[in-house]
């Protein structure tokens, strides 16, 4: 028995409520279960009960044995002073409130459904860490997809979060913020870190200056991420040296941070030296970055715009110094629709949340659907499973899933899990009202609690514009 198995049966009331009564006798009616709080406090508040003759309104507090309400010192924490039930799985020992007078207690461990407690022990303990893998195919298909639905808003709301704090750094400059989240996405997968640092020191009101001269702006970049300190033979890395050195006075730039690069591990297209000079490129090219994410039509725009030319050095080099085979050095398809989906989506989804202008929201979840979905190991195990995985979208959507989901094993939050619980295929319903009618799911969505921000993703043109919110 988990405690958050306890939630989930108050929560969606599958218990015995016949001749519901105390451990003391007093009989309990149950009028409002109350709102489930993920978070530190009381597990659920605005309960109303009748115990006895009189209904209290309050907090109702969880725990599988009784004596953890003194374990987790909740006797001496005034924000569970409001608690009007303790609801456990088996009372070890009576709780006095500080006044001296007993909290009222039930006990669910002879009230919930053996059956219910079976299901719950195979899913969560099945499956490599996607516990409902073997049983995914019994959940209707409108579950499935309208989770995914959900916890792609979740994961843009999330990023937009970020996004919308980056604004307030730069004081509300939306195209400083772009900038930033721009040049620390090109730092996927590992120098995230040291490219938000030179972005930082180098503003882009900064860089437009020299936007007709490429070379000031390469080295501008290269400098500040201190790649241009060494000794040099080669001329372009030594013109680059010479024009930073002249810049650097003219304009007394701080010395460039400190930083730590990482070459291991990652294909060359992927270093940290070439992620630069292309957005060195970008940000010759893009006179108005923000303009240009919200006028454009379709994310191929971006997809090619970022993979744009760099300088030639860059054919037969991958650090500054070192020979390498010549070869074009395309940023790839791969790795543009990456930045496509893990920057200008959230960027437009953030611009959209912010200026209330539910399009541009809109816009970010079209440009999802229009992309394929990124490959890598996490989304390699959702390939042989029922879940659509073919657009970005789906993929970023089950990327959330995996990892605030499916991984900390919170099955019992997730409508997919939910179903499989209720076990409803025994009679599978067809229709979408029917699906919703005998599944959990209506439950779970009034009790979970609401995510802030924009409505929910909406897949354009299926049914799941029906859907309630949640
Ligand atoms: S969280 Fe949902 S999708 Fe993930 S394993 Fe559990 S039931 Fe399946």
Redesign the pocket.
């Known amino acids: 028995m988990q405690e958050q198995l306890l939630h989930y049966v108050w929560r969606t009331g599958r218990f015995d409520q016949q001749r519901l009564a105390t451990t003391t006798g007093q009989s309990v009616q149950v009028l409002k279960r109350g709102v489930y709080h993920g978070h530190a406090g009381p597990d659920f508040s605005g309960a109303h009960i009748r115990v006895g003759d009189t209904v209290w309104h309050g907090h109702v507090e969880m725990h599988i044995y009784a004596s953890e309400w003194y374990r987790h010192r909740h006797h001496l924490d005034p924000a569970y002073d409001g608690t009007i039930l303790h609801v456990v799985w088996e009372e070890d020992q009576a709780v006095f409130r500080q006044d001296g007078t007993r909290l009222p207690c039930v006990e669910l461990r002879k009230r919930v459904d053996h059956r219910l407690l079976t299901r719950y022990e195979r899913?969560?303990h099945d499956?490599n860490g996607?516990?409902?893998?073997y049983a995914?195919h019994q959940v209707s298909d409108i579950i499935r997809k309208s989770?995914l639905d959900r916890v792609l808003v979740e994961r843009l709301d999330r990023k937009a979060d970020a996004v919308l704090a980056t604004l307030g750094q730069q004081k509300e400059d939306w195209e400083e913020t772009v900038w930033q989240y721009l040049a620390t996405g090109f730092g996927i997968p590992s120098n995230q870190e040291p490219l938000a640092q030179v972005a930082r020191s180098l503003p882009f009101r900064f860089l437009k200056k020299y936007a007709h001269d490429p070379l000031s702006v390469e080295a501008l970049l290269f400098g500040q991420a201190g790649m241009l300190e060494g000794e040099f033979v080669e001329e372009y890395p030594l013109k680059l040296q010479r024009e930073y050195r002249f810049l650097r006075r003219k304009h007394e730039l701080p010395d460039p941070p400190s930083l730590r690069w990482n070459f291991l591990r990652l294909r060359p297209v992927s270093f940290p030296t070439l992620r630069l000079a292309r957005l060195a490129s970008v940000a010759v090219r893009q006179e108005n970055l923000l303009a240009n994410i919200l006028v454009a039509s379709t994310p191929q725009y971006w997809v090619h715009s970022l993979d744009a030319g760099i300088h030639p050095y860059w054919t037969r080099h991958y650090r500054f110094g070192v020979q390498a085979p010549a070869s074009i050095k395309h940023l790839g398809d791969a790795s543009s629709r990456s930045l496509v989906i893990n920057v200008m989506a959230p960027l437009l989804f953030a611009y959209g949340r912010h200026r209330q202008e539910s399009r541009y929201q809109e816009k970010a979840l079209q440009f999802l659907e229009q992309i394929p979905a990124e490959q890598n190991r996490i989304l390699d195990k959702w390939k042989p499973l029922p879940m659509p995985l073919k657009s970005g979208y789906d993929g970023q959507a089950l990327l959330e899933?995996?990892h605030l989901?499916?991984t900390p094993?919170?099955?019992l939050?997730?409508?997919?899990?939910c179903q499989?619980i209720a076990d409803i295929r025994r009679q599978e319903p067809t229709r979408v009202e029917d699906i919703l009618a005998n599944s959990l799911v209506p439950e779970w969505l009034a009790m979970m609690p609401k995510p802030e921000g924009p409505p929910p993703a909406i897949r354009s043109g299926n049914a799941l514009r029906s859907l309630p919110a949640c």
């Open positions: 899913l969560i499956g996607i516990p409902c893998k995914l989770m899933l995996q989901y499916c094993r919170r099955c939050e997730c409508a997919i899990g499989l």
